[in-house]
């Protein structure tokens, strides 16, 4: 460690500060005072209110910072003689933004705020300095934030892609077990032995309805790996909307009585017809109405609108709006829930019916609403004041599609 009084305070701050008269240099020297400390020792503290200024005249330090709770703190940079810490806190009267923590035994220049202060107002050229520096530190704090953030994204799409192939493989998997399963149940219904069996013809009946479901939930990951894969091609033709929102909800009849749920459709008498898929928008219709149903609690309501709207750019379309009285969603997961696997709360509440209260899904029916949506061009989204299972505030749901899908 160099004795402190043999260090030259003028050649340091000289290193530090370009361009200081020798006066101005000099005032510096005055106020700063020359402090050895050893390894390991905290000149700045994340969080921590403090008024000094330093310079390093000798020895080393690292710049830290938490990202987050998970991980351990990250090095910002390195800080030898020359370089100056602690500045940003003192200008912005805020506590430290990063910790400063001597690598070495290291001697610094030590100088309080009042008197940092009345210098930055006494020396134009040295308040220059410092924002030159510290903007240049900020630029390459956010070069690195910036190349963090790809890198993440960059592992995030190599995971979803995984997960993704995961599910287009569990699909596959599933589809030929499940269509032979079918297959026997079949046959063996057709069994004289079978027909005059209740019991057993109902037993059957369970085993097919369990099948159907777990067809229906292979379907919607095939759907949900087409639409991320960006494979997923529409073929349009002209689409009554009208009839499709009353076919769906006619398909739904037996989940609205058993849920004791009255179920109205208006449809405004201009609703036009549309180009479109008319499977796929059969699809996000059905998915909608479905969680209309499972998140609303016996006795409420269901109104589904239809209307001609203008989108984007005054483009002709229509828009389906599907209004519960269930149990709302609070704002934080309304852009969420159209993510695949995204599901609010948890999902203890698994079921085998499609519409039984909160039965849990396999969180995929947004997604694939969202996707179809996407393809045609149109748009999906939520409304809701928030999630309460006291008041039920209730969601609508609204699914814009134009009256011509892009051009493939
Ligand atoms: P799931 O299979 O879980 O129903 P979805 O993708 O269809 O998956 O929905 C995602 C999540 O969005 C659901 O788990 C639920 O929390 C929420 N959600 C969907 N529709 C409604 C609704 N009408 N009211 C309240 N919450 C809803």
Redesign the pocket.
């Known amino acids: 460690m160099p004795d402190t009084h043999i260090i030259d305070k003028i050649a340091i701050l000289k290193q530090t500060f370009d361009g200081l008269t020798d006066d101005e240099l000099s005032d510096l020297a005055k106020l700063t005072h020359l402090t050895s400390y050893p390894e390991g020792h905290i000149l700045c503290r994340e969080g921590a209110f403090e008024e000094v200024f330093y310079i390093v005249a000798d020895g080393q330090a690292v710049i830290t910072k938490k990202i987050s709770d998970h991980e351990s703190e990250r090095v910002l940079r390195n800080a030898g003689p020359g370089d100056f810490v602690g500045e940003m806190a003192l200008i912005q009267n805020a506590p430290r933004a990063a910790t400063v923590r001597a690598v070495t035994e290291c001697t610094v220049l030590e100088m309080g705020k009042s008197d940092f202060e009345s210098m930055l107002r006494r020396s134009p050229r040295m308040a220059l300095s410092i924002i030159r520096t510290t903007l240049s530190r900020m630029r390459a704090n956010d070069q690195m934030a910036i190349q963090d953030l790809q890198r993440t994204n960059k592992l995030l799409r190599v995971l979803d892609r995984n997960k993704l192939e995961f599910i287009q493989v569990a699909a596959h998997e599933l589809r030929t077990p499940l269509t032979v399963l079918k297959g026997y149940v079949n046959v063996m219904k057709s069994l004289p032995q079978m027909k005059d069996n209740a019991a057993i013809a109902e037993i059957m009946d369970g085993i097919n309805k369990g099948a159907e479901r777990m067809h229906e939930i292979v379907n919607m990951m095939l759907d949900v790996t087409r639409i991320d894969n960006d494979t997923l091609r529409i073929v349009p033709s002209p689409v009554p909307i009208r009839s499709v929102v009353n076919e769906v909800v006619h398909d739904f009849s037996k989940g609205f009585a058993e849920r004791n749920i009255a179920a109205s459709v208006e449809h405004a008498e201009d609703t036009p017809m549309i180009n479109a898929d008319p499977t796929l928008v059969q699809k996000a219709l059905y998915?909608?109405i479905?969680?209309?149903i499972?998140?609303?609690p016996d006795g409420g309501q269901i109104t589904i609108r239809t209307r001609p709207v203008k989108m984007e750019r005054d483009r002709p379309g229509v828009e389906v709006s599907?209004k519960?009285t269930?149990?709302?969603?609070d704002s934080e997961?309304q852009e969420l829930?159209?993510e695949?696997?995204?599901?609010?709360?948890s999902?203890a509440l698994h079921s085998s019916s499609k519409t039984a209260f909160k039965g849990?899904?396999?969180?995929?029916?947004?997604?694939?609403?969202r996707g179809v949506a996407r393809a045609h061009g149109g748009k999906i989204w939520?409304e809701?004041a928030g999630?309460d299972e006291t008041h039920f505030p209730?969601?609508t749901?609204y699914l814009q599609l134009p009256l011509n899908p892009p051009a493939a």
């Open positions: 998915h909608l479905m969680n209309a499972k998140y609303t599907i519960d269930g149990i709302g969603l997961h829930i159209f695949k696997f995204y599901q609010v709360g999902v849990g899904g396999p969180g995929l029916g947004l997604a694939i609403a939520v809701s999630h209730g969601s749901f």
